[in-house]
């Protein structure tokens, strides 16, 4: 898939605010700090797309891109630690779920997750309520750049270990670097397999 354009449309802070559109919409969450705004600006091709911020727990609301006038790309806040108050985050994670659960047009959710850091029990958990939930989803293994090969297979092993001890098979995989440019063409090529798919009507949330 070649970007041809991609812009922001609005920020929302709740389900009833997110655009009426039937367009496929593939949405970005992770852990706080897990390079989501960088990857979104690689996958892009636009340096400043989404704001990237040392400070955890920026992205604050479901922020919609329109990608190639076909496609919305949807950056969802992120779960873990941030610097704001227990009501607030119960908000946040509210509004996300009502997102994740209940919107019709959602093609799939990338799940991000920093391959330098060990199995977390908030992406697991996480993951197992997609799957539970019937939500389609792949993983994406972020910041590659910035570990050894070895230690990159180890790590993707690791976390195959752990989910198909409750999982019958994996999600669909992505390594990537914000760097580099690792994984762009991959994760891409699949927005394009999945949007043909969705509009011929094979995806069903129900």
Not at 48 to 63: C, D, E, F, H, Y
Not at 165 to 178: I, K, N, Q, R, Y
């Amino acid at each position: 898939m070649l970007i041809h354009s991609a812009a922001f449309v609005k920020s929302c802070p709740s389900l009833k605010e997110c655009p009426h559109s039937s367009i496929p919409e593939f949405a970005f969450i992770g852990r706080s700090n897990v390079g989501k705004s960088s990857l979104i600006n690689m996958l892009t091709g636009r340096k400043s797309l989404a704001k990237i911020s040392v400070q955890p727990g920026k992205t604050r609301t479901m922020n919609y891109f329109l990608v190639n006038d076909k496609w919305h790309l949807v950056d969802l806040p992120g779960y873990g630690y941030a610097k704001v108050s227990a009501s607030q985050r119960e908000k946040w994670i509210k509004a996300t779920n009502n997102y994740i659960l209940k919107r019709e047009n959602l093609a799939l959710l990338f799940v991000l997750i920093d391959i330098r850091i060990k199995p977390q029990k908030s992406d697991l958990e996480f993951m197992e309520m997609l799957g539970n939930s019937q939500v389609p989803f792949a993983r994406i293994f972020t910041k590659c750049d910035k570990i050894s090969k070895a230690a990159e297979k180890k790590a993707v092993e690791e976390y195959d270990r752990i989910m198909l001890s409750a999982w019958e098979s994996l999600p669909v995989t992505f390594l990537s670097s914000a760097t580099n440019g690792k994984g762009r063409a991959e994760i891409l090529a699949f927005i394009q397999e999945t949007i043909n798919i969705f509009s011929n009507g094979q995806i069903n949330r129900e």
